[in-house]
């Protein structure tokens, strides 16, 4: 049976033998045991550590392929006082790892120099005249962070220029790797490390604690104080969420503290970020993702990236203010540039409505913003999108964005013949194609998911069975708190919410809907569970009393308090389970 909003069929997750069990030995709720099961944490010692993560709960980073090898390289530098030279990337991970590295050099008061390419002028990862510019600034050794897994060329330049280099990075490698002193990346095929989805900040972090490890077997830190790493987790977690990483394993250990850390960082430039996003309050995984990494993203999108570099770096107030305010410009600026391109393209879009997949160019949109419209693109029309720009050379580049189901990587490979170049996620990625192959190119990924199509939509999986009393109950809503942060890789669970009284129904700001709801047969000094229905005002007329909702919990943060709330995803009537 289908259900309503989604025109769906829902698929209920029963809690497992295991999760009986581990609910019982810990004192949690069934439910939330056989959700944490569904997400991969099926042993007590994962689900300890996700509820109460620590630093010392990291795996160890000597885990990690290569990194014996660069700390080994990077001792030798910091006890030679060689300058070392950081090649970072201009997203919020790539600026982010950037920082945090040059921050813990200069809590060491190790000389070192730093490179970030523009985006339009130099494009993405590892380059020539970045190496070039950092061999003039006296480097001998580079860090590669968030870029280099795929530079077997700049690897070569670099040594014909006398460079030695590490790479840290996080991207999914080629078939040859870079031959240099080392390569960190988890996604090696033969890398021992068993979490595969940190951030380029989260491998820049872990050579950074196996350093300084390294150097305090060496006796660096017997005269001089050592980095308390801890305080570096600020910037860790800015760049982990702006990278859309999966927020378990060590991700949730950073972002669990971080974001607290956020808060009271003393890091001026974070704390000049904060004002300018009017953030206030608890601060949540949303409010990084969308507040604070949109304005940092800015730099690198409209301007250059060290703008935002030299914010995380600067440690005078009056100077943080005026960065923060700078990015603050340009994210209006792109916001604006945005939603001119956003019309242009829903145009264009309007003779692609029978096509599975959105293939769109012009000639003049921004190249920095349009994988932004291309989310926002896809996520209204429900489709694959990739968006094009013509460079001066005449090569159509751009960036596409697919919904969770369909693999856009999987696309791209499978058209591969008539594109010029292409990388990235199964959700994400970038790519070159000449214009004469540009009609082609759309042929050959309509053909592609033409061949993939399924008569019917994949079901919604619904991970918790619930009534509206169990969701108000003091003991679930403190297990939710505890499981929070969500985000990617841990979504908050989907409930099925049945056995509830309609209180008031209304539509409130731009046609969303909410509904105040309590557990049948409550007082009515009963605590009220808000449900809220964005863009769903139409569904305020439903007979709710018939029916079953679907909903995500979430916490919402005013004026300093903090309460339980649900977001409308579906709603059907009861029927059989799947």
């Known amino acids: 049976m289908d259900s309503l909003i989604l025109g769906r069929s829902w698929e209920f997750c029963s809690p497992s033998d295991n999760a009986r069990k581990l609910s019982s030995r810990m004192g949690i709720p069934t439910e939330v045991a056989g959700y944490l099961e569904f997400c991969g944490l099926a042993t007590e010692e994962d689900i300890r550590a996700h509820l109460l993560p620590e630093l010392r709960s990291m795996r160890a980073p000597w885990m990690m392929k290569g990194m014996h090898e660069a700390v080994e390289r990077l001792v030798a530098a910091v006890k030679a006082r060689e300058t070392i030279g950081i090649f970072g990337d201009y997203d919020a991970d790539g600026v982010s790892a950037t920082s945090l590295l040059a921050l813990f050099f200069r809590s060491l008061d190790q000389p070192h120099t730093i490179y970030i390419p523009h985006r339009e002028e130099d494009g993405y990862g590892l380059n020539l005249q970045g190496l070039n510019y950092l061999k003039e600034k006296g480097a001998s050794l580079v860090v590669t962070v968030d870029c280099g897994i795929t530079a077997v060329q700049e690897v070569e330049d670099a ?21 240099c002193i080392a390569v960190i990346d988890p996604k090696q095929k033969d890398c021992p490390y068993p979490f595969k989805g940190l951030a380029g900040v989260g491998v820049a972090f872990n050579l950074v604690v196996a350093l300084r490890a390294a150097l305090r077997e060496e006796g660096f830190f017997v005269n001089r104080p050592e980095p308390n790493l801890r305080d570096l987790l600020d910037i860790v977690t800015i760049g982990t969420i702006g990278d859309i990483v999966p ?16 808060q009271s960082s003393k890091r001026p430039g974070v704390q000049a970020l904060l004002e300018k996003c009017s953030v206030k309050g608890d601060l949540s995984v949303n409010e990084v993702a969308f507040r604070m990494v949109p304005r940092i993203n800015a730099a690198g999108r409209m301007d250059h990236a060290r703008i935002a570099l030299r914010l995380f770096l600067s440690e005078d ?25 956003l019309q242009e393209a829903l145009e264009l879009a309007e003779n692609e409505s029978h096509n599975p997949i959105l293939i769109l160019a012009r000639p003049g949109w921004k190249k920095g913003v349009i994988g932004i419209v291309a989310s926002k693109l896809m996520d209204r029309l429900g489709r694959p999108t990739i968006l094009l720009t013509q460079e001066p050379s005449g090569i159509l580049e751009g960036s596409g964005r697919s919904p969770a189901e369909i693999n856009l990587l999987s696309i791209l490979k499978a058209c591969s013949d008539h594109l010029d170049g292409f990388g990235g996620h199964s959700s994400a990625a970038g790519l070159r194609v000449h214009p004469e192959h540009l009609e082609s190119f759309k042929e050959a990924a309509i053909g592609y998911l033409n061949g993939l199509r399924q008569e019917k939509r994949p079901s919604l999986t619904i991970h918790m069975d619930l009534r509206a009393e169990d969701i108000v109950a003091h003991p679930f809503h403190e297990v939710l708190q505890r499981l929070e942060p969500f985000g990617p890789g841990f979504e908050p669970p989907l409930m099925r919410l049945r056995e509830f009284h309609v209180r008031d129904r209304s539509i409130v700001g731009n046609n969303h809907l909410k509904l105040i709801l309590s557990a049948k047969d409550a007082a009515p000094w009963a605590r009220p569970l808000e449900v809220l229905g964005w863009g769903l005002g139409s569904y305020v007329d439903l007979p709710w009393h018939q029916l079953e909702m679907a909903c995500t919990p979430f916490f919402n943060y005013w004026n300093g308090r903090k309460s339980l709330q649900l977001e409308l995803k579906d709603v059907r009537y009861p029927g059989d389970e799947a």
């Open 247 to 262: 927020l378990l394993y060590e991700n949730r250990i950073f972002t669990r503290i971080g974001l607290e850390l956020i």
């Open 159 to 179: 040594r014909e220029l006398g460079l030695d280099l590490i790479i840290t990075d996080h991207h999914e490698p080629s078939d040859v790797v870079p031959d």
């Open 317 to 341: 107030w009056e100077e943080s203010l005026g960065l923060a305010d700078t990015l603050n410009r340009l994210n209006s600026n792109r916001q604006r540039i945005e939603q001119t391109i």
